[in-house]
């Protein structure tokens, strides 16, 4: 059935366009410039545009590569196949209990895992190689910010994938997952020689002076930490992603929070007995640590070669490293106020509760940047925007706007409260149960953690769609930016209120 021309940019009611248009994501045509072209109703109501003669060459950018359809060899015409047997792409709208239970599990997942990352930070604050290496807690929230630069990235942008229906052949998958993991790869060996690098000039500003055998120690341990932790949550990320497909699940959910779960935990156990086992032959076979970089250094190569054979990657090689570099750069420099605050003994304490504030701060603001991010990429075009985010930002349209996720960004900052308050008393009851924190020191913490998290929601916000407006993929560079936020505003916060109970002479327990 043919359908008058004047009903060439009809959409379905839910706001998708029908089959054999190329949907509207970055450099592709949009639904209006195929006006003239043969259209056709489809089973559930749309309307679709088939028009096989026109060509186009579009030049991608990098908010193209999720969905780079010429690119894997597909035609339109065999994509409007596949869309129509397994219906739109746009995930089906979620009901608040849904969202809630689904956002919730990995939430408290997450919680445990950054308690038990404190947790195990305090306990290995008094080994030789922290006390002797001091520049190790400079390190330590550069290396675990690379849950948010590494497994939320992959994670939100495989999530997007999912939503987008680029994960529904096995071939196109497999691509996609190995080129990233690969991708992934050569940035955690880049980014731990950097964050370690980064470590010694703070250092050497601090302390005016920096042995040799002290930054290879850093460099060894800050690069096999990132590898091994990056090749195992990469791992992990992967089965998260395939199994939220296989259960009906949105991974925009699931998966950011789910990669940082045990992502603290893993990295910091492997900085930790790295860090000690390189202390234990500096002395005696010092060139194992030279062999150590070496080793990583000659793997580079090959992770590009890998990475390059994607045309996902291959963009994200060339496009990818500013936001990781910067976000690195900010972690480093929360770890310098950690440092401080570790060395004052008026601050005792601080060490338990740091992956604790910022884990959390960065585990929910990267749901919502994930969430933002699958909408721009499924409704709007290219450098498109909703209306209500091209003028003057306010914080008002974050959580009562009209867009799609003012509902998840209230939701995400309620559970800020009794999370937190959850894991407060976990972490006394993990430490004996034999006291409970105090009245102004649970008041402190919780402002801390609320200001935090208010603070990231409303800067994802904002900056998510200021990335689409300028072309770039917020996938790949808003998580990094607002994990290392995360991590700078929750040690600065945290620091405050212990410097506030400090002086009032509070000492946290009771």
């Known amino acids: 059935m043919v359908v008058p021309e004047s009903h060439n940019d009809k959409l379905s009611p839910n706001g998708s366009v029908g089959i054999g248009t190329i949907p509207q994501y970055g450099s592709y045509p949009s639904a209006s410039q195929h006006s003239g072209s043969p259209q056709r109703f489809i089973s559930n109501g749309s309307i679709s545009t088939i028009s096989p003669s026109i060509h186009h060459d579009p030049e991608y950018t990098e908010t193209d590569f999720l969905l780079p359809s010429q690119l894997y060899g597909r035609s339109t015409l065999s994509r409007s196949t596949s869309a129509k047997d397994t219906g739109d792409s746009v995930p089906p709208a979620e009901s608040l209990r849904s969202m809630l239970l689904q956002i919730l599990v990995p939430f408290l997942l997450a919680g445990l895992g950054t308690i038990c990352a404190g947790m195990l930070l305090e306990v290995v604050q008094s080994w030789d190689v922290f006390q002797e290496i001091t520049e190790l807690f400079i390190l330590v929230p550069a290396v675990l910010g690379m849950k948010g630069n590494l497994e939320m990235t992959l ?21 996609l997952i190995m080129g990233n993991l690969a991708l992934k790869q050569l940035q955690a060996t880049v980014l731990g020689l950097l964050a370690s690098l980064m470590a010694t000039v703070l250092g050497w500003m601090a302390e005016g002076q920096m042995p040799l055998h002290h930054i290879m120690l850093l460099c060894s341990a800050s690069v096999s930490t990132t590898f091994f932790a990056s090749l195992l949550q990469g791992i992990i990320m992967v089965g998260v992603i395939l199994g939220s497909m296989r259960m009906g699940i949105n991974p925009d959910n699931v998966a950011t929070p789910m990669a940082a779960s045990f992502g603290d935990l893993i990295t910091l156990a492997l900085l930790a007995c790295f860090s000690q086992w390189f202390f234990s032959l500096i002395e005696l076979y010092p060139y194992v640590l030279y062999l150590v970089d070496m080793l990583f250094i000659c793997l580079i190569p090959l992770w590009v070669v890998i ?113 937190q308050i959850v894991f407060l008393h976990a972490i006394h009851l993990l430490k004996g149960g034999h006291t409970l924190p105090s009245a102004l020191f649970t008041v402190a913490f919780l402002s801390a953690s609320l200001i935090q998290v208010f603070c990231l929601l409303c800067i994802a916000d904002c900056m998510v769609h200021f990335l689409w407006r300028q072309g770039k993929d917020p996938d790949s560079y808003s998580i990094p930016y607002l994990t290392a936020l995360g991590d700078l505003l929750g040690t600065v916060l945290l620091s405050l209120a212990f410097v506030l109970l400090w002086y009032v002479g509070d000492s946290g327990i009771v």
Not at 156 to 175: H, Q
Not at 387 to 411: I, L
């Open 155 to 175: 994670a939100s942008r495989l999530s997007t994938a999912v939503n987008a229906g680029k994960m529904e052949s096995t071939r196109e998958k497999w691509m």
């Open 307 to 419: 990475s390059s054979k994607h045309p996902a990657s291959q963009l994200l090689l060339r496009t990818g490293w500013e936001p990781i570099i910067t976000a690195m750069v900010i972690s480093s420099i929360g770890g310098l106020i950690l440092d401080k605050a570790v060395s004052d003994p008026n601050l005792a304490g601080i060490i338990v509760y740091a992956p604790v504030i910022n884990g959390i701060g960065g585990n929910l603001v990267s749901i919502q940047a994930s969430r933002i991010s699958t909408n721009l990429h499924l409704n709007y075009s290219h450098k498109e925007v909703p209306e209500d985010r091209k003028g003057c930002f306010s914080p008002c349209r974050t959580f009562f706007g009209s867009g799609a996720n003012h509902r998840c960004a209230q939701v995400l900052l309620l559970l800020v409260i009794p999370g």
